[in-house]
């Protein structure tokens, strides 16, 4: 397969003049594997057997491209409710597919803490993750790679009955940006409760795609997106919420906060709702604009300089995302890891 990918596609594809159908991807021809799977403590497996095949966020076109290139997809044990945290520092092109299983009932928190080197490269992590009768999977990701990097984070889960995933995401770092998130509601009372906190500066680009799929009765999804632009930054999100027929009860909402620090950036915003299903409840809200002069001045008159004024709206980005995080060991070390970036103590 050529190294020019097309990923991250609108399904089904809209209107093209703002250039928001895809996200185009250059991949090496050749990765090493590992980095991450030797991230994680508890190792399983190497996998041959075709399980845990899934549609990620990104698109079975990435899938089969990492296929080509001989990345084998290796199952990891998480067991207990202590955090697994898996500190992944890419320092050359790189690939891993994860294979994670939540038993029945299980509860099980996550932590992937990912960095570089400025070298140009590129980095893919794959999740795929399934999520049985009654289990709870926190997942929590920090991204704060190089400023050269191209990282690509590949997310794709199954939920079956009463079965809960909480997704937090802090994108901090990286030149590039490629986030794919798919989750399959097809369990009954399933739920995927996602919050993503994202800033891009200094040409930083991040293109996101994330598809809801509710195919069983009464279950739930919940997306929410906060970040803030500035000094050429760019952002495209797809938000997807489809209503599969017979998936009655259903309820499925969006919801964005952005803000532009200057006339360099640019936000691309693609909500999809597509409805097979009459008794359902689907939304999309969205709030982008400027912060408020009013808000600004006020905190100017108390003696803070507008520069960093805009450092602390930036941060508050990140810190919603944070404030989500389920497990309060983790939510310290991803508010300290920011508070780092950020030079504060």
């Known amino acids: ?21 895809d996200c185009e991807l250059t991949l090496p021809d050749t990765f090493t594997q590992g980095t991450a799977s030797n991230a994680f403590e508890t190792a399983g497996a190497g996998l041959s057997d075709g399980s845990f095949e899934m549609l990620c966020g990104c ?15 290796k199952q990891v044990l998480v067991t207990g409710t202590e955090t697994v945290k898996s500190e992944i520092s890419y320092k050359g092109d790189a690939a891993d597919i994860i294979c994670i299983k939540a038993e029945e009932g299980q509860t099980i928190n996550i932590l992937t803490d990912i960095a570089s080197s400025d070298n140009k490269a590129t ?3 794959q999740l795929r993750i399934t999520a049985a009768k009654g289990s709870v999977i926190n997942l929590s ?7 050269d990097f191209t990282f690509v984070d590949d997310i794709g889960i199954s939920l079956e009955e009463g079965a809960r995933i909480n997704l937090s995401q802090v994108f901090a770092g990286g030149g590039k940006i490629i986030s794919g998130y798919r989750a399959g509601l097809s ?19 991040i293109d996101m795609n994330y598809v809801m799929k509710h195919t069983a009765p009464v279950t739930k999804s919940e997306t929410y997106v906060s970040g803030t632009l500035m000094e050429g930054g760019s952002k495209t999100f797809r938000g997807t919420i489809d209503f599969v027929k017979g998936c009655v009860g259903a309820e499925g909402a969006e919801n964005e906060n952005m803000l532009l620090l200057d006339d360099t950036v640019i936000n691309k915003t693609v909500p999809l709702i597509l409805c097979d299903e009459e008794n359902v409840a ?5 709030s982008i604009g400027r ?17 960093r004024a805009l450092k602390i709206l930036e941060k508050a980005s990140l810190d919603s995302a944070v404030a989500h995080i389920e497990d309060e060991n983790t939510r310290e070390y991803v508010s300290a890891a920011i508070n780092d970036i950020f030079g504060e103590e």
């Open 123 to 125: 980095g893919v992590l």
């Open 1 to 21: 397969m050529s190294g020019n990918l097309t990923i991250n596609s609108l399904v089904p594809p809209t209107w093209n003049r703002l250039k928001v159908n």
């Open 282 to 286: 689907g939304s999309h809200g969205a």
């Open 291 to 307: 912060p408020a002069e009013d808000m600004l001045y006020y905190m100017m008159s108390r003696g803070i300089t507008r520069e």
């Open 187 to 205: 369990g009954e009372d399933s739920f995927s409760n996602v919050h993503v906190g994202l800033v891009r500066k200094e040409s930083q680009l």
């Open 141 to 147: 990701q920090l991204v704060r790679a190089g400023k």
């Open 59 to 73: 698109g079975d076109v990435l899938s089969d491209a990492l296929k080509e290139r001989g990345i084998l997809p």
